[in-house]
Structures are given as C-alpha cells and as structure tokens.
C-alpha cells in the first residue's frame, strides 16, 4: 500500500539536512512550534513569501510573523526598546509576538511585512525550529500551515491534509503544546495587544506596569482580520443545539454524555481547553457534524483567547 504521507519526516541529523537545503532554495516547509504549525519559508527571500502567500491564499495585506533564534539576528531588522527587553527576558522564548519599528537597512522583503515600517517578530520555543534557526544565516517568515481563515494546524497530519504533496518536507515534532496561535503586542507606541493569546494581557499589564491601550489598530499583524479560524461549518455561540446532527462545545462539569457533546476541559482549566480547542472542532468537523453551537466559555485568563478565536470562526 502506498504510502499518503510519504512527505511527513520524523525529525534527525539527516531530515534537518534536507530541511535547511530547501529553505535555502526558497522552498516552503511545514514546521511545527509550540504554538501552531507552520509554513515557513526564508524572510529575506521575496520567492519564497510570495510562495507562502500563494499557498494560503493569503491577502497581501496581511502581514507575517518573522521568528528568529537570538536578539542579535533580530538586532540586524528591527529597532529594539526597553519595553521589548522587559518582555524578551520574561517570555522569550514562548508564544509572545512583538511589532516593533523596522530598520530601514533591514533585508526583510516588504512582501512580508505588507509594506509596513514594522515587522512582527517571535522567538520560538520549540526544539525542532530552534534547531532549525540555529543552522540558517536568515529568519523565517512563516505563518500558521493552513489555508488564510481557516482552522490552524496542530500536529503534521493537519498540514498534509490542507496541503497535501504541495509541500515536500513537513516535519513531524508531535501535537503542539500550546494549540493556539501566539499573543501578539504592539510596542511601537503605547503597548496594545494586537492578538490575544495563552500570555494574558493582565499578565504583560502588572509586568510592564503600564496600561495597554485599546485603541484599534491597522492590520500590523496576523489575527486582525474578522473572519478567522473557521472550522467549514457554521459555528454558534451561546446557545445550545436543538439535534443530534450539531455538535456542542462545553467547558468544565454539570453536562450529560451526550455522543455530541464535547469537553474543551472537564476540569474547568482555561489553558487545557485552549489547548483543545482547534483539536476538538478539527474532530467535529471530521465526524461530519454540520454545525457547531458553544457553551459560554469565561472571559477571563485564556478564556479572552478562546473567546476571540471562537467570535472570529463564528464572524
């Protein structure tokens, strides 16, 4: 029997090989990181963006995330604060995203960054990317693996199924741990959060001991747009189903075990059903399921994230 997956590799000395060749021939590869999936390809390549775009059929005027290894290759394209040192040291690496003021000698490709003068940067945490940065003289633009406003990627399988053989290296490193996309805050003026995430406003709030401002802001990052994380079927919120053909999403204790009910976190714990969240609706979505009603899920902690993912997939 032949096998489907044939471009899904486990990782070792051999496949990072094979992995660096291809970035750096301004091919696309699926990676994971600790938040999501991703496809990632060279940031200082205007080929290989334009292939990401292509790929997700993505609007141009989204910008993508550039994750690097160390603050000095960073240092090379975007203009540092002391704001962003705080932060750095507290949460670098992890599942924090900064927008801070592009160099002006910076090699990004403006593809990239949407023509902007600000370009949003992470350090990863994951093993495999980390590995992967180490080895290559150029950042990696690389967005979540999936077609633009759909359901992000959490294991390798997931990247396969919405590319099939289009990419040839998707790299296996297991499900990602954190299931959500990371949070992103805007230090180029007066901190605001441009995308939340499992790192809580609150939190980066009483660590800066500043206010974050609300006002909105032009699309400087990813997750901006209203129509996000949908999962093909139609998803409503706050309400309960009225059949057996829509599934329910529900959050802690008190439910029946209903064959279409599904628990984001039995235990009532926010960072467990965050971490559930895409998994579950991919799981929906697969059973055949044609709609998704949601219980009401806390807006607090994670609960702000799950919330923002859940209003944009139901948008």
Do not use: W
């Not at 995330?65 to 040192?85: G, T």
């Not at 670098?92 to 949407?114: D, E, Q, R």
């Not at 940067?121 to 690389?142: E, G, T, W």
């Amino acid at each position: 029997m032949k096998n489907i997956y044939s471009n899904i590799f486990s990782f070792n000395k051999k496949v990072i090989k094979k992995t660096i060749f291809s970035l750096k021939q301004s091919k696309i590869v699926g990676l994971p990181t600790e938040t999501v999936y991703g496809l990632a390809g060279n940031a200082y390549s205007r080929r290989a963006v334009q292939k990401i775009f292509s790929l997700k059929k993505r609007s141009k005027k989204n910008p993508l995330i550039i994750h690097y290894d160390y603050l000095k290759n960073a240092e090379k394209d975007v203009i540092f604060n002391e704001r962003f040192f705080k932060l750095y040291k507290k949460f670098c690496p992890g599942p924090l995203t900064f927008v801070l003021k592009k160099k002006k000698n910076s090699k990004i490709t403006s593809l990239a960054t949407a023509n902007l003068n600000t370009v949003a940067i992470r350090f990863p945490r994951h093993k495999i990317i980390k590995d992967i940065l180490k080895n290559i003289n150029f950042p990696l633009a690389m967005p979540s693996a999936n077609l633009s406003s759909k359901l992000s990627p959490i294991n390798a399988f997931d990247v396969f199924q919405e590319f099939k053989k289009k990419l040839q290296i998707i790299i296996n490193g297991g499900d990602s741990k954190i299931g959500i996309e990371s949070t992103v805050i805007d230090l180029t003026n007066k901190p605001r959060i441009l995308r939340p995430g499992i790192i809580e406003a609150d939190e980066i709030k009483k660590f800066l001991k500043c206010n974050l401002s609300k006002k909105k802001s032009q699309i400087r990052s990813p997750g901006m747009f209203k129509k996000h994380y949908y999962p093909g079927i139609p998803v409503i919120l706050n309400k309960k189903p009225k059949n057996k053909n829509h599934a329910y999403i529900i959050f802690g204790k008190g439910y029946k075990n209903n064959e279409n009910y599904f628990n984001l976190s039995k235990k009532a714990d926010l960072k467990e059903a965050a971490t559930n969240l895409y998994k579950i609706m991919k799981k929906i979505r697969k059973k055949g399921y044609k709609k998704i009603f949601v219980s009401k899920i806390p807006k607090k902690g994670p609960g702000i994230a799950i919330n923002d993912r859940l209003s944009r997939a139901a948008d």
